[in-house]
């Protein structure tokens, strides 16, 4: 039997538990408008670790996380990703602009979309995220959070503006290993780099890309914000599945999500 190639032919969907919207971005102009009312920081204790740690508890006291993601969480200072302006802000479980029109995803979106993904077959299997791909670097810190998490990331931005700023970013932090960052478009991923054992998207479209679905390692696991027929924008994981030698791809669909529209092409 032949093994089927292109992505939604041989989806199977399943029932999809209703939760409540996540919206991992917040109005620009909201987070403007708070970051004008806190006086600029002067770092004093955002870089000894403590701040983070009490970021880390509220996220468990508030839901059901994997605790591998949480530690990753407690080691990466997420005030090194915004602008100083906002650093006071960086620690809430609020999302931040990081400028393009673009922001920074709240803590417990990024901690339950890579919940989601260290429950899949691979992951459970390596205790990792094995070889990584991310969609969307943004100002680079869920690469962080990744790179603390995979064997490997390759990260693609199509924003040069934001792909800049993540790169200068990420060097100032001490990562495990460092992420392979590209500028380009997301939607073709990086084939040279795959096939991958973790895919994750941090922009929703209406599908699913077929080049996405390709790279995905059998036993791999994909996790994205994508448009589902009378229920908007949901999270989805598509899992990789291969029975009697046969590629398969189970999608589940979870909560409603509201994230920045995924595009084609490099600016």
């Known amino acids: 039997m032949s093994t089927p ?10 029932a999809a538990p209703q939760r409540e919207l996540l919206m991992p971005q917040r109005h620009l102009h909201q987070a403007t408008r708070d970051a004008a009312r806190l006086a600029r920081p002067s770092g004093t204790g955002l870089d000894g670790g403590a701040v983070r740690r009490r970021m880390v508890e509220r996220l468990r006291a508030e839901g059901q996380f994997d605790e591998r993601v949480l530690a990753a969480m407690a080691a990466v200072p997420r005030h090194e990703f915004v602008d100083s302006a906002l650093a006071a802000q960086a620690y809430e479980d609020t999302a ?20 989601l993904l260290m429950a899949g077959h691979s992951a459970r299997e390596r205790g990792s995220l094995g070889r990584a791909m991310e969609i969307g670097t943004g ?31 990420l060097q100032r932090i001490a990562l495990p290993r460092a992420p392979r960052l590209v500028w380009g478009d997301g939607r073709v991923g990086h084939a040279p780099s795959g096939p ?40 989805v994981v598509l899992d990789h599945v291969v029975d009697g030698g046969v590629s398969r791809w189970l999608r589940t669909e979870h909560e409603a999500v509201l994230f920045v529209p995924l595009k084609s092409g490099i600016v």
């Open 96 to 115: 931040l602009p990081i400028g393009h029109g673009q922001t920074i995803s709240k803590p417990s979106v990024v901690a339950h979309m890579l919940g």
């Open 139 to 169: 100002c680079g810190y869920q690469a962080a959070v990744i790179a603390m998490l995979a064997r490997q990331l390759t990260s693609i931005e199509r924003l040069q503006g934001l792909h800049d700023k993540a790169r200068l970013n």
């Open 196 to 235: 991958f054992d973790s895919i994750i998207a941090a922009a929703g479209g209406e599908d699913i890309p077929p080049a996405w679905t390709e790279q995905l390692a059998p036993g791999g696991r994909l996790i994205a914000p994508t448009a589902s027929s009378g229920r908007g924008q949901v999270l």
């Open 5 to 14: 190639k292109r992505f939604p032919a041989s989806l199977k969907p399943a």
